[in-house]
């Protein structure tokens, strides 16, 4: 009840200073020096990667900085308590999620360790140590981070499935619900997950059932061509392959947002005899196989989909088997062609870099 409470008033809070904010700047804004051709509104810079491979700047005003907090502190507010140690294993560097991830956190109540993406200062063993020595109870990070954390685990003698470690919430990649439970089993904990975008790092949030919910009470979401395509926010292109619910099509939750299913980026989708064929549909078939563990890399070449997955003990599958068996599933349930290599998670890192 005390984080309830917590978090509401946070929120009126917020909302009070950005009614008075929006006042403020909508008169400054008219008056304001732009000689040097940025909006004297906008507080928060960024960079994103476009399709070919260069960075783009990015920038967030205030209010959509503040409102994109406020979405994710009521959505993580369900699952996280002011009883949670909370590490951050997401980009900071001219990105919006890391810092906004922190900021959730803290007004949630809950305690942060805010470890990034490098690896320099705090390298994935050493963060092992630390979720033993403050008795971490929940991650924020990616799916392919959490599965390489807890395979990393296992090869140096520990039980991530015996670790304090009790909610996993991924950012950062499209990821299924068969993948998300099995990093969840691999941990032994709850897996959540939300979306956002380079520009929007709050785009949906989940539901207690597990969909992801756009928040349209301030976002205009479209899909460019039909119910499955590129993602437009406010009219412009994001790059990301989703699928959108219609407005009539309702969630078990009782919503009335519409669900968001995210697919990747349109550069990793192939078009298949019944349209767009995403990686993330290739992730589906992939966990249809249990004996796999909850990595997964999947790249387009030439019109065709290279697969790499991993299992646990190679010796003990017949990994030429299950990669026929793999290939051939996603060629009759998808119709498009795919390379799929299986190796030990030990071998992981080699075979994906």
């Not at 917590?6 to 006042?23: G, M, N, P, V, W």
């Not at 090869?155 to 099995?182: F, H, N």
Request: proline residues 5%; glycine residues 10%.
């Amino acid at each position: 009840m005390t984080t309830t409470t917590s978090i509401a008033t946070h929120y009126e809070q917020f909302l009070e200073l950005l009614s008075r904010d929006t006042r403020d700047t909508r008169d400054a804004a008219q008056t304001a020096d732009t000689a040097d051709g940025r909006d004297a509104v906008s507080a928060r810079y960024g960079e994103r990667v476009d399709p070919s491979g260069g960075s783009q700047p990015i920038v967030m005003t205030r209010d959509e900085w503040i409102l994109n907090q406020i979405d994710l502190t009521l959505a993580l507010g369900r699952l996280l308590t002011e009883d949670d140690v909370v590490v951050s294993a997401v980009p900071y560097e001219l990105s919006f999620i890391g810092a906004e991830v922190d900021r959730v956190i803290e007004m949630i109540g809950a305690s942060v360790i805010s470890v990034g993406t490098s690896g320099t200062i705090c390298p994935m063993p050493r963060l092992l140590g630390l979720i033993e020595q403050y008795e971490v109870t929940a991650l924020v990070c990616s799916p392919s981070f959490a599965a390489e954390l807890a395979s990393l685990a296992v090869s140096l003698g520990r039980r991530p499935e015996d670790s304090t470690i009790r909610m996993i919430i991924c950012v950062g990649e499209a990821c299924s619900t068969e993948r998300l439970d099995r990093i969840g089993a691999a941990w032994a904990a709850r897996t959540s997950a939300l979306y956002g975008t380079p520009s929007t790092p709050t785009v949906a949030v989940a539901c207690d059932h597990g969909a992801l919910h756009l928040c349209d009470h301030r976002l205009r979401a479209e899909v460019r061509g039909g119910p499955r395509g590129e993602l437009l926010l406010d009219g412009s292109p994001t790059g990301e392959l989703v699928e959108l619910w219609p407005a009539d099509r309702r969630c078990d939750c009782g919503s009335a947002s519409r669900v968001l299913v995210p697919l990747g980026s349109t550069a990793s989708a192939v078009r298949g005899p019944d349209g767009l064929v995403s990686a993330l549909d290739v992730e589906r078939i992939v966990f249809g196989h249990r004996r796999l563990a909850p990595h997964f890399a999947c790249s387009v070449r030439g019109g065709t989909f290279h697969v790499t997955c991993a299992v646990t003990d190679p010796r003990a599958v017949d990994t030429g088997a299950m990669r026929r068996a793999i290939r051939s599933g996603i060629g009759e349930a998808l119709g498009v062609e795919a390379e799929v290599t299986v190796v030990g998670v030990q071998d992981w890192s080699t075979a994906t870099s």
